[in-house]
């Protein structure tokens, strides 16, 4: 079974006040990373191995805003690689609709 999960991260650390009020819209500007998650969830979170029905990946959606509100992807590994190739599958055809 897939779980998606969506994260709010940030990579460039606060100096001065006003880097911190300029930093505020994006720091809490996760709706892209939680739409997708919820997609996702819709669409592939009931998926599983055949082989292996109770392996559970994990899955972490990342909006960094740092990087021009690109979207990350990283999971953890997978039980076998028939589920690897489903899970990049999944990972390709998101990008495609979520640029």
């Known amino acids: 079974m897939i779980q998606f999960r969506a994260i709010r991260r940030t990579l460039v650390p606060d100096n001065t006040m006003a880097d911190y009020i300029h930093n505020l819209p994006n720091r809490y500007n996760n709706s892209k990373a939680e739409r997708i998650a919820a997609y996702l969830t819709n669409q592939f979170g009931n998926e599983s191995c ?3 029905p109770d392996h ?3 899955m972490n959606i990342e909006s960094r ?3 021009g509100e690109v979207v990350l ?3 953890s590994k997978p039980c076998c690689d028939t589920f ?3 899970i990049q ?3 390709s055809k998101t990008k495609q609709m979520f640029p």
Request: aromatic share 12%.
């Open 89 to 91: 599958q999944i990972i």
């Open 84 to 86: 690897a190739k489903r």
């Open 65 to 67: 805003s740092e990087e």
């Open 50 to 52: 055949s082989h292996h």
């Open 56 to 58: 559970m990946v994990e």
């Open 73 to 75: 992807y990283n999971y």
